[in-house]
């Protein structure tokens, strides 16, 4: 436990002196870019794939309805939050709003865990996937709450220490003190009793009801911590795009969740923010790289070739080249 926390911690604070070391080498305006569009929007999407990975690590089931979790918290955000457009309900400021924003996606994630408690496997996947996909064309054809396919706009985040939100650098440390506080909260969690168990629910679920444990109720609070975090991610979102729409939410950015979170891989958590930072590296250059109409076929291509190099994904690798040079070492 103590190795994994430093670990992480030792990771994050590599990454924080990434925006000095960009502001040493490259252009104001690129370091900027680099700082907020692609480190930012990374540690963004990575709070989302942790939720999932959270969910396929230590309890065992893989659900396709994250990207729609962090959703409801993004629209719930922009539905109440003052100065939103369309104004639909407002008037609050953001730390009333934010909160709500965050309590929806808990309570969401405790919704979809009471519907899918009792699949396992494929039929997890694809109720996980249905629930996602209501969700998404709900919001999609209501106008009156969630201005149907355009969405809300001009969802700008709060002043922080009298500076704008959306300042790069602003935003790139909000986003990594909150995931290093998830992550860490991660690891403590999966370590508590609570964890114990769902672990052991993953394992041998039947030999862990003889022990007079709830099953399902575990398995549903799993759902709701996952939501949680989702929803962190979906709040964080928001305030980047400065709003939300349907296609937040959509097919495509559900399955751009499950294949970052592959791709870094469902070992340790942290494999979910290295799969969201090859996917966003991939997402901004394709146009320089290969083609941006051909995008799917390039991360793709990249997905195949980290799978069959290594099916636990890059923590694996790279925990097997570990091993591999400490036995050389010995």
Known sequence: MRERVLLALGAFALVALL???????????????????????????GIVALSLTFLATYGGFISLAQMMIAGVAGYALAVFVEGAVPRVVGGLGYLAAIPLGLLASTLMGLLVGAIAVRTRDIYLLMITLALAMGVFRFVETNIAWFNGYEGIRNVVGPNVFGRDFRDPWVFFYVALGTAALLLVGVLYLVRSPFGLVLQGIRDNPRRVAALGYNVALHRIAAFGVAGFIAGC???LGTIYNIGISPGTIGLGATVNVLIMSVIGGLGHPLGAFLGSLVFTVFDTFAANLYDRDRFNTLIGTVFL??????????????????RLATGRRE
């Open 305 to 322: 070739v980290i799978v069959l190099l290594s099916p636990d994904g890059l923590t694996g690798l790279a925990s097997r080249l570990r």
């Open 19 to 45: 925006p000095f070391l960009l502001a040493a080498i490259l252009p104001a305006n690129q370091a900027q870019f680099w700082t907020a569009n692609i480190l930012g929007r990374a540690l963004v999407f």
């Open 233 to 235: 991610g979906g709040v």
